[in-house]
């Protein structure tokens, strides 16, 4: 039997994604949608400015929009919600009992909510049972992290797993979608590089460290790794790039450093790809129309390692940023709770 799932914010750009990737998943069930009060009580057809590259589902298309208000037939909730208003909603959900899986980032740095990626650190779900405690209902809030955080904790992870990181600097070329619809303004960004985009640094720069952390009697210790991040929306459209330069703390030859790429865990899923990370050889890759979409969007492509004339080696990463960065990281959080017995929330 399905799993009953409800997505908040369904009418936004993540919400889309979701209702699309959601309606043809084997363990899920879309029975609840939810938006603002503008868009309540209309026909999702009538309500959502669709803008994916598919179809609107059959199973939605007709779905009566609801309010996001904690009476909805589902036992997971997915938040595409916008921030300004995520955090009170997700809040009252998670208080009345139901598992909130949420892209936003209201909760990410809270000190029990887990901030995950599950091949790297599956060992912060942990918290959900310390979390609970506070809501006293059995409900309780995952989060995923920034879509550039994603494919730079990815890509750093089996490095510093392997030879342990001490400093990181990074510099984003981030894709328009990133920033939803309608977005970035089609005459600033045609042709042009807006070399600004407002809390993205410090997200990076903050949740990179909890994410690589460790999980200890009860909390995470922050990984003691010093990053510095410079962000940047360029005229693409799917797919974030990452120029990367890493310091060791364990010197490592660049054989080293692509062996331990191979070596991440793959959790066999319906949403986990099939590899985590691939490192390509062409010194011309990764880009975002080669290898955006590989592995269902869910891969990060790393490529061009290299030595540094100030750290120690650089590298260029790449991950999709509405799907690994978002939907699709979210659905792999909710798939790594059902597999380990999290899908059981209790009725009030």
Not at 49 to 74: F, G, R
Not at 184 to 195: A, C, H, M, T
Not at 255 to 271: D, M, T, W
Not at 296 to 303: A, D, I, S, Y
Request: charged residues 25%; proline residues 4%.
């Amino acid at each position: 039997m399905k799993i009953k799932a409800g997505i908040l914010g369904c009418t936004g750009a993540v919400g889309q994604k979701l209702v699309s990737l959601l309606s043809a998943h084997p363990d899920f069930e879309i029975t609840e949608i939810a938006a603002s009060e503008n868009s309540a009580g209309k026909k999702y057809v009538e309500a959502v400015n669709w803008k994916e590259q598919t179809q609107i589902p059959d199973s939605v298309k007709s779905m009566t929009v609801k309010k996001c208000e904690p009476e909805l037939d589902a036992e997971i909730l997915f938040s595409g919600l916008d921030s300004s208003v995520a955090g009170k909603i997700e809040a009252d959900f998670a208080k009345a009992g139901y598992i909130v899986v949420s892209n936003s980032k209201n909760h990410r740095m809270e000190e029990d909510v887990p901030l995950v990626i599950p091949e790297v650190n599956a060992e912060h779900f942990n918290l959900i049972d310390i979390q609970k405690k506070r809501w006293n209902s059995g409900g309780f809030i995952v989060t995923n992290p920034n879509c550039s955080t994603i494919a730079l904790a990815i890509s750093l992870y089996p490095i510093h797993k392997k030879f342990g990181i001490s400093k990181v600097m990074v510099t984003t070329m981030q894709a328009i979608s990133g920033a939803g619809y309608p977005g970035v303004p089609s005459l600033d960004i045609l042709g042009n590089v807006i070399p600004h985009i407002k809390d993205e640094e410090e997200k990076i720069q903050t949740e990179t460290q909890k994410i690589l952390g460790n999980y200890e009697n009860g909390k995470i210790n922050f990984a003691g790794i010093k990053v510095s991040a410079a962000c940047n929306r360029v005229p693409v459209r799917d797919g974030h790039t990452l120029s990367v330069s890493v310091e060791l703390i364990k010197k490592a030859s660049k054989e080293e450093i692509i062996k331990s790429f191979n070596q991440i865990e793959n959790f066999g899923y319906a949403f986990s790809p099939e590899k985590v990370i691939e490192y390509t050889d062409d010194p011309y890759r990764p880009q975002p129309l080669l290898d955006g979409n590989l592995d269902k969007g869910m891969r990060v492509t790393t490529g061009n390692l290299r030595k540094c004339n100030i750290l120690d080696w650089k590298f260029t990463a790449l991950g999709h940023n509405t799907i690994r960065g978002a939907a699709g990281a979210a659905i792999l959080n909710a798939e790594w709770l059902i597999h380990n017995g999290y899908t059981e929330r209790k009725k009030k």
